[in-house]
């Protein structure tokens, strides 16, 4: 394990790294990466654009429908055991879409990767992220997203390697690379322990935080069942499903729609690169403003940026303006991954965090579930895409106003944070 190998470092951040490295992997094959079987998909088996689309909508609506369950149980037994679950169950199903003849076949391997992806993506990371650090956990939490951004480098291989293995042994190559990256990963994912020797935040030791009579932080939380209730979870939760739509929808399809204007494959990969290293922009830059400013007002900041460019897409009929238009939006979609869990640790706490941030993503998700399939059928019936960008930039809009009325829950932070945030051990 890496905390071994290097004592010196502070164990948040090997948390941290490490689970970058597996949003790299994750990101790669199945969120950025997965555009590039699209068209092959439709041309080996003569499915429909919404066809195809229904099942990257079930993925991401599977996902969501798995993660208050997962987030229960990562607040149980820690993220280490699901992540392995996660990863193992995730490579099967992608290792078994490299055999499918039909389409129940193909959404059936969705839905066993998209359970898979939702035990050990992004939020067990930020579940275990926010143990680790208080003062400074959106910047953590963004730190962990930079595997994401990064992730838009592996596209292009992954096109390299649908042209030149098919795209059946192509997939059978991913799913080795899973299983390899995400179990080493394992090894250096936990929890904070309560007793743990360093400091949170990995401050250096002062007598302050030092000694048999040190205050130990005991992590504070808001009841799932009271969290559901609140108007800022719903108002929050609402928004993030509206800029969801509008995202997802972009990545399943940005690829397809620029072969659709005659671009080649390699070239379509080489939009979302740049929408993805475009993206560490908001992520690491949004993530350390909205520790010192109102996170609130960052994540708007972030959705409207989005919302300003899915309409764009609309009147776009050239590579470059198409690239000009995916570089504007991707500080936007950057930013809201890291600024959204931070602001549910702020408002609710971390004691119940993997629930409260499970329950998120099920929301969510209902966003990313009917955005690609709307696209996909918007295609379908009029042969283009004008639409569906436009559809996009109409519901992601929704994302500003019900942020801004997501205001923190005072009286529940008073009622369950007072007087449990810190106590004393024994002394």
């Given at each position: 394990m890496l905390r071994r190998a290097f004592p010196g470092i502070y164990e948040g951040w090997i948390v941290v790294w490490s689970f970058a490295l597996l949003i790299v992997v994750i990101g790669t094959v199945f969120f950025f990466g997965f555009g590039t079987i699209f068209t092959p998909i439709?041309?080996?088996?003569?499915?429909?654009?919404?066809?195809?689309?229904l099942a990257f909508s079930l993925r991401s609506e599977v996902g969501g429908i798995a993660a208050p369950l997962i987030g229960i149980l990562i607040d149980r037994f820690g993220p280490r055991r699901s992540l392995i679950a996660g990863v193992i169950?995730?490579?099967?199903?992608?290792?078994?879409?490299?055999?499918?003849?039909?389409?129940?076949?193909?959404?059936l391997s969705m839905f066993v990767i998209a359970v898979g992806v939702s035990a050990c993506g992004g939020p067990v990371g930020m579940v275990a992220a926010a143990t680790w650090f208080n003062r400074r956990r959106a910047e953590a939490i963004s730190y962990i997203t930079v595997g994401g951004g990064i992730a838009g480098l592996g596209v292009p291989v992954v096109a390299w390697l649908v042209e030149t293995l098919g795209w059946r042994d192509c997939l059978q190559v991913l799913s080795v690379v899973i299983v390899v990256v995400g179990l080493f990963v394992a090894a250096n994912i936990r929890s904070r322990p309560l007793d743990h020797p360093q400091p949170v935040d990995g401050?250096?030791?002062?007598?302050?935080?030092?000694?048999?009579?040190?205050?130990?932080?005991?992590?504070?939380?808001?009841?799932?069942?009271?969290?559901?209730?609140?108007?800022?979870?719903?108002?929050?939760?609402?928004?993030?499903?509206?800029?969801?739509?509008?995202?997802?929808?972009?990545?399943?399809?940005?690829?397809p729609f620029l072969e659709m204007q005659g671009t080649s494959k390699?070239?379509?990969?080489?939009?979302?690169?740049?929408?993805?290293?475009?993206?560490?922009?908001?992520?690491?830059?949004?993530?350390?403003?909205?520790d010192r400013y109102d996170k609130r007002l960052i994540m708007t900041a972030a959705c409207a940026l989005v919302a300003l460019g899915m309409p764009l897409l609309a009147f776009t009929s050239s590579y470059a303006?198409?690239?000009?238009?995916?570089a504007l939006m991707a500080p936007?979609?950057?930013?809201?991954?890291?600024v959204r869990p931070a602001i549910l640790a702020d408002y609710f706490g971390t004691r119940y965090f993997g629930a409260v941030n499970g329950a998120m993503v099920f929301v969510q998700t209902a966003g990313a579930f009917f955005g690609p399939w709307l696209v996909g059928w918007l295609v379908d019936v009029t042969g283009e895409y004008t639409l569906g960008w436009l559809a996009c930039g109409v519901v992601t809009a929704?994302?500003?106003?019900?942020?801004?009325?997501?205001?923190?829950?005072?009286?529940?932070?008073?009622?369950?944070?007072?007087?449990?945030?810190?106590?004393?051990?024994a002394g």
């Open positions: 439709i041309h080996d088996f003569g499915w429909s654009n919404a066809e195809v689309s169950t995730a490579a099967l199903g992608v290792f078994g879409m490299s055999f499918m003849q039909n389409l129940w076949q193909f959404y401050d250096r030791a002062t007598p302050a935080n030092t000694g048999a009579n040190t205050p130990v932080r005991v992590s504070w939380g808001v009841p799932p069942r009271e969290v559901m209730k609140s108007r800022a979870f719903l108002m929050l939760s609402a928004g993030q499903a509206a800029v969801a739509f509008g995202t997802t929808a972009l990545i399943v399809h940005i690829i390699a070239a379509a990969a080489f939009v979302v690169t740049v929408y993805t290293l475009v993206s560490l922009i908001g992520r690491l830059g949004l993530g350390y403003l909205a303006a198409t690239l000009a238009v995916m936007g979609f950057g930013g809201t991954i890291p929704l994302a500003i106003p019900l942020t801004l009325a997501a205001a923190a829950p005072g009286h529940l932070q008073a009622q369950y944070q007072g007087g449990s945030d810190e106590q004393a051990a």
